[in-house]
């Protein structure tokens, strides 16, 4: 767990933890230099919680993303579970992780719906994967092994919903820069986003298909629902400055630059090939829409190429995206 100024919620998500029908073996928490009580919560319930909870205090705030890298790293268990300080586990979340990832080995992610709830934990009539409109074809794609293609299109994992091996530390860790990332109309890319691609291109994914945590809205937090998904944006931490859409194909090129760079130091290349060559296709297409002639006649070479490549398809939104291209620049 990660918390930073999160007084006003952070006790609530310590109970629902300690409420887990399948106990945590150790509760890891990384305060991020909170000044408003949050510290003296968290020193309260370790005091007085049965399980083993390990407090690091950051001498200085490391931001959102930099905090889960901490935090990470200090886990020692074979199973890592993200808890965001502001929502509330359901009493079953850890023991259907550990079920999901019992079951198959060659899983190394699993990630869960969740139920939007308001300030005061009242439903709002949403769940996330509605919201993120995560239907029932793609949810049989990723159950097929088709994770990576899917999230390499957009992010549709939310990191307080996901729990992963251990084992796959020396492969996330470090976060680079690139995944703490602020967008100018608010969405985001992280460190789930990075966790995500990763895994899910040298192992498989499991999706359970029931909310496992009540995630909270409200005015405070970093992210959430209220800021609308998507694959062709971001909000976030460490680069504090709002990327304009002019450069927000270079940032996203960047990111994914960041993964095949690791995946290629990492992995073997008989296991990381498929993911580095569609990695390619997308960094290819990411610069042509970047760079788009000015005249309409000199687009539309570049787009009917990555319209008969299917890359449009793949990688943006289909014709919509093609006929911004070639008309509304």
Same mark, same amino acid.
């Given at each position: 767990?990660?918390?930073?100024?999160?007084?006003?919620?952070?006790? /609530?998500?310590?109970?629902?933890?300690?409420?887990?029908?399948?106990?945590?073996?150790?509760?890891?928490?990384?305060?991020?230099?909170?000044?408003?009580?949050?510290?003296?919560?968290?020193?309260?319930?370790?005091?007085?919680?049965?399980?083993?909870?390990?407090?690091?205090?950051?001498?200085?705030?490391?931001?959102?993303? %930099?905090?889960?890298?901490?935090?990470?790293?200090?886990?020692?268990? @074979?199973?890592?579970?993200?808890? @965001?300080?502001?929502?509330?586990?359901?009493?079953?979340?850890? +023991?259907?992780?550990?079920?999901?990832?019992? &079951?198959?080995?060659?899983?190394?992610?699993?990630?869960?719906?969740?139920?939007?709830?308001?300030? &005061?934990?009242?439903?709002?009539?949403?769940?996330?994967?509605?919201?993120?409109?995560?239907?029932?074809?793609?949810?049989?794609?990723?159950?097929?092994?088709?994770?990576?293609?899917?999230?390499?299109?957009?992010?549709?994992?939310?990191?307080?919903?996901?729990?992963?091996?251990? !084992?796959?530390? /020396?492969?996330?860790?470090?976060?680079?820069?690139?995944?703490?990332?602020?967008?100018?109309?608010?969405?985001?890319?992280?460190? @789930?986003?990075?966790?995500?691609?990763?895994?899910?291109?040298?192992?498989?994914?499991?999706?359970?298909?029931?909310?496992?945590?009540?995630?909270?809205?409200?005015?405070?937090?970093?992210?959430?629902?209220?800021?609308?998904?998507?694959? /062709?944006? +971001?909000?976030?931490?460490?680069?504090?400055?709002?990327?304009?859409?002019?450069?927000?194909? *270079?940032?996203?090129?960047?990111?994914? /630059?960041?993964?095949?760079?690791?995946?290629?130091? %990492?992995?073997?290349?008989?296991?990381?090939?498929?993911?580095? *060559?569609?990695?390619? *296709?997308?960094?290819?297409?990411? !610069?042509?829409?970047?760079?788009?002639?000015?005249?309409?006649?000199?687009?539309?070479?570049?787009?009917?190429?990555?319209?008969?490549?299917?890359?449009?398809?793949?990688?943006?939104?289909?014709?919509?995206?093609?006929?911004?291209?070639?008309? %509304?620049?």
């Amino acid at each position: 767990m990660c918390t930073y100024n999160g007084a006003g919620h952070v006790r /609530e998500q310590l109970e629902s933890i300690a409420a887990q029908s399948r106990p945590p073996d150790e509760l890891v928490i990384c305060d991020d230099n909170s000044g408003d009580g949050t510290r003296e919560i968290l020193r309260e319930f370790a005091s007085a919680s049965p399980l083993p909870v390990r407090l690091h205090f950051n001498p200085e705030t490391l931001g959102s993303t %930099k905090n889960f890298e901490k935090a990470i790293g200090l886990c020692a268990g @074979d199973v890592i579970a993200l808890s @965001d300080q502001d929502d509330y586990w359901l009493p079953e979340k850890l +023991a259907r992780v550990e079920e999901a990832l019992s &079951s198959a080995l060659d899983v190394g992610m699993v990630f869960s719906d969740a139920e939007i709830v308001d300030e &005061s934990l009242r439903p709002l009539g949403c769940r996330l994967w509605q919201y993120l409109k995560f239907e029932r074809g793609e949810q049989k794609s990723v159950r097929g092994g088709n994770a990576f293609d899917l999230l390499l299109a957009r992010n549709i994992v939310v990191g307080a919903t996901m729990a992963f091996r251990s !084992r796959f530390k /020396e492969l996330i860790l470090p976060i680079p820069d690139e995944f703490d990332l602020r967008f100018d109309d608010g969405r985001i890319l992280i460190h @789930d986003g990075w966790l995500s691609l990763l895994i899910s291109a040298t192992a498989g994914v499991a999706v359970i298909d029931e909310p496992l945590i009540m995630y909270r809205q409200h005015p405070k937090q970093q992210v959430g629902a209220k800021s609308p998904p998507g694959a /062709e944006a +971001a909000d976030g931490g460490g680069l504090r400055a709002a990327l304009t859409r002019q450069n927000f194909y *270079s940032a996203e090129i960047g990111q994914l /630059e960041a993964v095949r760079e690791r995946l290629t130091a %990492k992995v073997p290349a008989a296991v990381c090939a498929g993911a580095v *060559s569609k990695l390619e *296709s997308k960094i290819a297409h990411l !610069r042509a829409r970047a760079d788009m002639p000015g005249r309409r006649s000199r687009r539309l070479p570049r787009v009917l190429r990555e319209v008969l490549t299917l890359r449009y398809h793949f990688y943006s939104n289909g014709v919509r995206s093609a006929a911004k291209d070639l008309f %509304k620049r």
